[in-house]
């Protein structure tokens, strides 16, 4: 059974800094290729991209995030990092981390996403 679990969110001023932390767990993160991702969501919107990155190291950003936010994983502890920096006001929402199963032996049923449960950024000005 994989679980995601993300940690690291909080309160913080504009042009502050934070550190999101996602993990997870269970024998398929490290027998299939899977990609990472980050994607945020605000009450009353749809949940919205920001950062991806695959299992070869490659990586993609939503625009409004480039230069300012820096995607990383540690395969080795089946971890991925969002380093944030310059917050504005807009960054404000709950972040979520998804992991993407793409390929891998028969056996492992690499194949399917899950989703963490959230830890929540708030940005003020």
């Known amino acids: 059974q994989v679980q995601v679990v993300e940690s690291g969110g909080g309160s913080v001023q504009a042009g502050g800094s934070l550190r999101l932390s996602c993990v997870a767990s269970?024998?398929?993160?490290?027998?299939?290729?899977?990609?990472m991702s980050w994607y945020r969501q605000v009450p009353g919107k749809e949940r919205e991209f920001v950062s991806v990155?695959?299992?070869?190291?490659?990586?993609r950003y939503t625009e409004s995030v480039k230069g300012r936010f820096t995607i990383s994983r540690d395969n080795a502890k089946k971890m991925v990092y969002l380093q944030m920096d310059s917050l504005k006001p807009e960054d404000t929402g709950m972040y979520y981390c998804?992991?993407?199963?793409?390929?891998?032996?028969?056996?492992?049923?690499?194949?399917?996403?899950?989703w963490g449960q959230g830890t929540q950024v708030t940005v003020s000005s």
């Open positions: 990155i695959e299992s070869d190291g490659s990586t």
């Open positions: 998804k992991v993407d199963f793409r390929d891998g032996p028969w056996y492992a049923s690499c194949s399917g996403e899950r």
């Open positions: 269970g024998n398929r993160v490290s027998a299939c290729r899977n990609d």
